[in-house]
């Protein structure tokens, strides 16, 4: 097996210790998507704002959610949800998501248990980084794939700053492969 080049931090003063992310290919997010019993889709609002050659974050959340992956959204971003047809398993802010998440009793929105993979996508790089930090020390049973555009070193993976055209082709590889 080929080793793998280390990545730098999207922010280069994001100082993770000893354990990083792996550099995510698409090939692997689907995998760990197919493979995970309980997948959870964390979204911000960033999804609303971000356009990838006349396409929207929220487009990739849709289709994501269509595809049986729970949802929560933060922020204003249930409104441009439920705009697109996907209404969100739940709404609450951040602090909250991250606080039920490290907490090993909690059973999921739908009270059928944790969630055994956590994919977060439009989250605000700093508050994503700390939410993947928290995930990484308190709950280390749970894995965590960062779908942004910026390498999040606390993830167990992220994509590692793609440009733009090549961060699209990505996320339109996930969609193709996890099929209709």
Request: proline letters at 8%; one cysteine or more.
């Amino acid at each position: 097996m080929k080793p793998v080049a280390a990545v730098k931090p999207w922010d280069v003063a994001n100082i993770p210790g000893p354990v990083m992310a792996m550099p995510l290919d698409p090939k692997i997010a689907v995998a760990m998507i197919k493979r995970a019993r309980r997948p959870l889709l964390i979204v911000g609002s960033r999804i609303t704002e971000i356009e990838l050659n006349g396409k929207k974050l929220v487009d990739y959340v849709v289709q994501l959610g269509k595809k049986g992956i729970h949802v929560i959204a933060t922020a204003h971003v249930v409104g441009e949800l439920m705009k697109h047809g996907c209404k969100p398993d739940a709404w609450m802010p951040l602090a909250n998501i991250i606080d039920r998440l490290r907490d090993k009793d909690w059973v999921g929105v739908d009270g059928k248990g944790p969630y055994d993979l956590l994919i977060f996508m439009g989250i605000h790089y700093y508050f994503e980084s700390q939410m993947l930090s928290t995930i990484k020390n308190f709950s280390p049973q749970t894995k965590t794939i960062s779908l942004d555009r910026e390498f999040q070193p606390n993830a167990n993976f992220s994509f590692p700053n793609p440009n733009e055209k090549l961060w699209k082709e990505h996320l339109e590889n996930i969609m193709t492969m996890l099929g209709k």
